[in-house]
């Protein structure tokens, strides 16, 4: 498949000049020529040639943290704090979630994030080998695992499939399906379990996902439990030998962080979700000044509600600004690397995706900015950060292959999805 772009203002990375009247030639799964100008060249050799006249193109956003089959959750339990919402509300309905039933979940949380301009996304969840499949039937790129619970008979099966799961699926679907090893959190896998997981990394040679001091409690528990942060912990266990990203690190110490920049962990900050749930806000100045790689993450639709990366990149710059009462605490540029290359480099992915350039992955989307609230065209950066809206978003095109055209997804069938989905949670609630 050979692709041309053409009379696009391209916004290649989010310090690159902007390219107005720009081309992106792109072929197989990557890009081959970025230019301004016309196309002067013959246009018979493209299979498609997309006029993007009055829009923007960026590199596709990227979601490092979430759970995508909790679409079905949307709006199940809100208003709850963390623990309250997992024990009582959340993992009694996920019980009883059937393979099928993850399958139309991921496929509606997919087709939520490719409409809204997302082109990777990280998964941890159960029934992993059905979001594999509803990722490689929709096109979308990601980075997946096994969610693993360590008590017990069950903790060591999950190990197991988690091992099959890395053995399967590692550079599945043309490569956009990567995969890590998932154990939950601290406080759900006791350190002589995560102590196997590092062990089990360094074998499989996978990265590593991990839920971090998430909420104030967990640390708490954690220091009264074990007489360690949950950052100390997974150091002493060699977790942070490994290259582990971490979802959340909300209630972190000046040391936390000092650890976490010395081990090269990554983090995944999900402002939206901790501050739904009450979690509180992460310290994400002091990470970036640390020079730790932070990715932004939407975290699963039952605890967001959204699965919106412009929603993410734009609350990202506005608490960080009020909460230090500094409007430079977050620049439009800095929250924007943070969606895309930031996003790459922390699932490990930085050498090839996160920026347009040449030889780079066919990763990018097209946002209509013929819109009232996008004119005038003063910062066309700013403009995405502040301004666009997951609405925006045109077209998507992953690994060289065009997936949302004109609004619309050529890979899902949106009606069925909705169908489904009601029809499952129906069943769950017994309302049928
Ligand atoms: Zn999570």
């Given at each position: 498949m050979k692709l041309l772009i053409e009379h696009a203002a391209i916004v290649a990375s989010a310090t690159a000049a902007i390219i107005e009247n720009g081309y992106i030639v792109t072929n197989g799964s990557y890009i081959e020529k970025i230019g301004s100008g016309e196309w002067q060249d013959a246009k018979d050799r493209f299979d498609q040639v997309i006029d993007a006249g009055g829009c923007v193109v960026m590199p596709g956003l990227i979601?490092?943290?979430?759970?995508?089959?909790?679409a079905l959750l949307?709006?199940?339990?809100?208003?709850?704090?963390l623990q309250e919402w997992l024990q009582n509300k959340i993992w009694p309905l996920e019980d009883q979630l059937t393979a099928e039933d993850i399958y139309v979940g991921t496929q509606l949380g997919i087709l939520e994030m490719l409409k809204s301009g997302t082109t990777c996304f990280t998964d941890m969840y159960f029934f992993e080998e059905q979001v594999a499949l509803a990722v490689e039937q929709s096109g979308m790129r990601a980075v997946l695992s096994r969610g693993l619970?360590?008590?017990?008979e069950k903790g060591e099966s999950a190990k197991q499939e988690a091992v099959e799961f890395v053995g399967k699926y590692e550079g599945y679907a043309n490569g956009r399906i990567r995969t890590m090893l998932g154990p939950h959190a601290p406080y759900t896998c006791p350190p002589e379990y995560l102590r196997g997981i590092a062990e089990l990394s360094k074998e499989l040679q996978v990265p590593i996902q991990i839920h971090l001091s998430e909420t104030r409690k967990e640390v708490a528990d954690c220091l009264q439990q074990y007489g360690k942060t949950p950052i100390q912990l997974v150091k002493e266990v060699g977790l942070l030998d490994r290259p582990v990203i971490g979802a959340h690190c909300v209630h972190v110490t000046d040391e936390d962080l000092d650890i976490i920049a010395a081990c090269g962990m990554a983090i995944a900050h999900n402002p939206n979700s901790n501050l739904k749930l009450g979690s509180g806000i992460a310290p994400l100045t002091k990470m970036l000044e640390r020079g730790i790689v932070v990715g932004l993450g939407t975290d699963g639709a039952a605890s967001n509600n959204r699965l919106d990366m412009f929603e993410e990149m734009r609350m990202a710059a506005m608490i960080h600004k009020g909460l230090l009462e500094n409007?430079?605490?977050?620049s439009a540029s800095t929250a924007l690397h943070l969606a895309t290359k930031g996003g790459a480099d922390a699932l490990f992915l930085g050498n090839s995706l996160g920026t347009l350039t040449v030889g780079s992955l066919a990763d990018f989307i097209i946002v209509d900015f013929q819109k009232p609230h996008l004119?005038?065209?003063?910062d066309i950066l700013a403009h995405l950060v502040y301004a666009a809206a997951a609405g925006d978003v045109r077209d998507v095109i992953i690994d060289g292959r065009v997936v949302i055209q004109n609004k619309a997804c050529l890979t899902l069938d949106e009606t069925q999805i909705f169908k489904q989905a009601n029809q499952i949670v129906d069943r769950l609630l017994q309302r049928q």
């Open positions: 979601n490092t943290h979430g759970h995508a089959a909790m949307r709006g199940y339990a809100d208003d709850l704090p619970i360590g008590f017990g409007p430079l605490a977050i004119q005038p065209r003063h």
